[in-house]
């Protein structure tokens, strides 16, 4: 299959070099110069579970896009929150009336944006255990394991998601057909509404963070703050499970090494951080349905804090 990933950062560049090791030929956009010309010239470095590997793959600025024929089958965008939109703007010469588009960003409501760009029966939403980190341009780090689950956004989609989660797991991504693809999202948003904001004002990675003596507590009280407006839109979580589910990424010889992805832009790269879209998105709906949000709203102010205090761009 013909497959463009849309923002070729850590994730994109992780989800581009699995499916092009399973043969499908797979192009990388990205607006990163450094980042677009070194993989250009030499092929993307990736360093796997501590081996150094490289990869060849076609690589476009969303500039050079207006010429080619590329005939994409699936877009997966892999931009951060804020820069959603834009990306989609930018890839508009590359839809056709028959490209699947497969959103997986962290984060809740990314479909109301993807359907201001793509039609409806083209956009299949979900999300992501996996994790990936950049080292520089040209270079990705990854280790540990993961999973995908996905869902069409219309029923007439469930074939083409199908055969998306079929392709996905042929690669290794470990994907999974969603019933309910809200109730994954919220799952997955209550990993991050716990973890990465934690981790970025802390300073830690997640195993520094998890097995602290307090952290079980405010795990426990954001869980709950994301359980309490999610059970409003119709996701029953299960708590317990919840929390169990986060725990077991406090391995320190496993996931507990990552340094999430918010701790990455703000702490590392000085970039602007998706909570608006995370432990923010809970706090809008909270006020929406009346519930009480206080440890998401002190989250996502010390993080705006934060991003202000370090002139975050
Ligand atoms: P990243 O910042 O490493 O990558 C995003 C890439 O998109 C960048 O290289 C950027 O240059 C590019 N980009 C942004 N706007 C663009 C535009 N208009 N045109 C062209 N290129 C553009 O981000 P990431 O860490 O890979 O995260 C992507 C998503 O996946 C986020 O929602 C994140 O929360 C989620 N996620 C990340 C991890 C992780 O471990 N990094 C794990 C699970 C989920
Ligand atoms: C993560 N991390 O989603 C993924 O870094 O944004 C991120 C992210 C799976 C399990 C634990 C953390």
Redesign the pocket.
């Known amino acids: 299959m013909k497959i463009a990933i849309a ?6 560049c992780r989800f581009g070099y699995m499916l092009s090791e399973a043969g499908n030929e797979v192009t990388l ?4 110069e450094d ?1 677009v010309k070194i993989i250009k010239k030499d092929g993307l470095s990736v360093n796997v579970d501590g081996k150094e590997t490289k990869v060849g793959l076609p690589v476009y600025l ?1 500039s050079e896009l207006e010429n080619q024929q590329l005939d994409i089958d699936l877009v997966i965008l ?4 804020l ?1 959603l939109a ?2 989609l703007q ?1 890839i508009q010469p590359i839809l056709n009336k028959s490209t699947n588009v497969l959103c ?4 809740i409501g990314h479909e109301e944006t993807v359907e201001r760009y793509v039609p409806r029966e083209n956009i299949f939403i979900g999300n ?1 255990m ?5 080292e520089g341009p040209g270079k990705v780090k990854l280790f540990g394991s993961g999973n995908v689950e996905l869902q069409n956004l219309l029923p007439e989609g469930k074939e083409t998601a199908l055969e998306i989660v079929h392709l996905l797991s042929e690669a290794g991504l470990n994907a999974k057909y969603s019933d309910h693809v809200l109730h994954s999202i919220y799952r997955k948003a209550c990993v ?1 509404g716990t973890l990465n904001g934690l981790c970025t004002i802390l300073d830690g990675n997640i195993a520094t963070i998890g097995n602290t003596s307090v952290a079980e507590h405010m795990i426990r009280t954001i869980v709950d703050e994301f359980a309490d407006v999610a059970e409003k839109e119709g996701v029953t979580l299960d708590r317990e499970a919840v929390i169990s589910q986060i725990k077991a990424t406090f391995d320190p010889n496993g996931i507990g090494k ?1 340094y ?2 918010m701790y ?2 703000l702490i590392l790269n000085n970039r602007l951080t ?1 909570i608006d879209y995370i432990n923010g998105a809970i706090v809008r709906k909270g006020k929406k349905y009346g519930i009480d949000t206080p440890y998401c709203a002190f989250l996502t102010e010390l993080v705006h804090c934060k991003e202000e205090m370090l002139g975050a761009k």
């Open positions: 923002g070729a950062g850590a994730m994109g956009i990205d607006q990163w980042h969303p892999f931009t951060k929150a820069q834009n990306m930018a997986l960003l962290n984060g992501t996996w994790t990936a980190g950049i991050n990552h999430p992805s990455q832009d998706e």
